[in-house]
């Protein structure tokens, strides 16, 4: 019987090199650069909190990453939590009997442009960034109208527990963020359909080579619109923790889109399709706040943080085309 290392030692050591997932390394280094600045962070209150702020994109990098698997990207995210935040406040308008009719309303507004995403790109040829940038611009259009560009109506305490609620007492770990909560529930679920169902074989068989895989039997154009409609829906998720964690907001998801690209990218997808896990997207989102974070420990300006935001999304689509191609 060969033992682990034996069997390793057979590997190229190229091959296993790339397909190790760096993105944990990068968040441990990063969170450990934080605690030495501000040794509080290592605190497991401070830790819990940190996660709680986090969680928003690692729920948009658990829904952004079955897009990039499929081949594709979907821009409109940023612009559905900003819809979700809106409408939210105005569906409910403070009203607590309304909370979970308001939320139901919300998934059914994130299903209609998920699959409306989908079947542009699927059935009338769109590329994706075409077609979600023009959805991007359609719901920050109704967005700034519904709610006359600025914020409108009010979001009640069971709505914003959603985002802010901290449970002090809980056992072995102190305190336990209903955000952290959600996301994991969303993250773990999103594991599940990509890696242990035919739905998740099928998503990565087409990003890797969608004609072959329409030659194999796969159903590519209802596997790219159910990609973009868990999009959809981890936007509708993070949205509402948002607006829990932060209230009401004309500008709550501007940029998200982008940093849960750059997230799934971080955590190893290739942005060609085929490649990519829901963990690395998830220690991705985690690096890609805990770099923000320290940026902030350091004082950087805000202009400071976008540039060095772009500079991490030009390096790492670079990175992800120098991996496809070694991977190839």
Same mark, same amino acid.
């Given at each position: 019987m060969r033992t682990i290392a034996s069997q390793m030692q057979g590997l190229p050591l190229r091959? =296993?090199?790339l397909s190790f997932n760096i993105a944990l390394v990068v968040f441990i280094c990063l969170y450990g650069v934080i605690c030495i #600045?501000?040794?509080?962070? !290592?605190n497991l209150n401070l830790f819990m909190n940190f996660l709680r702020r986090a969680a928003p994109l690692a729920i948009l990098a658990s829904g952004q990453v079955f897009v990039i698997i499929s081949g594709g990207f979907d821009l409109s995210m940023g612009a559905v939590v900003t819809l979700v935040v809106v409408a939210a406040s105005i569906f409910i308008n403070g009203d607590p009997g309304a909370t979970?009719?308001?939320i !139901? =309303?919300?998934?059914a507004m994130g #299903? !209609? #442009?998920?699959v409306t995403n989908g079947l542009v790109v699927s059935y009338l040829k769109v590329p994706s960034i075409i077609a979600t940038l023009g959805m991007k611009l359609l719901v920050t259009g109704l !967005?700034?109208?519904w709610s006359g560009g600025s914020p409108r109506g009010d979001l009640p305490d069971n709505f914003r527990n959603l985002g802010r609620f901290v449970w002090r007492d809980a056992p072995l770990i102190g305190t336990l963020s209903i955000a952290v909560v959600i996301a994991v529930v969303f993250a773990g679920l999103a594991w599940f359909f990509l890696h242990r169902t035919a739905f998740g074989k099928r998503l990565i068989a087409m990003g890797d080579n969608p004609r072959t895989a329409e030659l194999a039997g796969t159903p590519v154009k209802r596997t790219r619109v159910l990609a973009f409609l868990v999009s959809s829906l981890a936007a509708v998720t993070a949205g509402i923790v948002i607006g829990g964690f932060a209230g009401v907001s004309v500008n709550a998801g501007n940029g =998200?889109? =982008?940093q849960a690209i750059a997230a799934c990218v971080i955590g190893g997808a290739i942005l060609l399709g085929g490649g990519g896990t829901l963990v690395g997207a998830v220690f991705g989102a985690l690096s890609l706040y805990a770099l923000f974070t320290l940026l902030n420990l350091l004082g950087m300006p805000q202009a400071m943080r976008d540039t060095v935001q772009g500079l991490i999304l030009i390096a790492a689509v670079a990175a992800s085309v120098l991996r496809a191609k070694k991977l190839g």
């Open positions: 091959k =296993l090199i #600045i501000q040794p509080n962070y !290592a979970w009719s308001g !139901a =309303l919300l998934y #299903i !209609a #442009i998920g !967005a700034l109208m =998200l889109e =982008l």
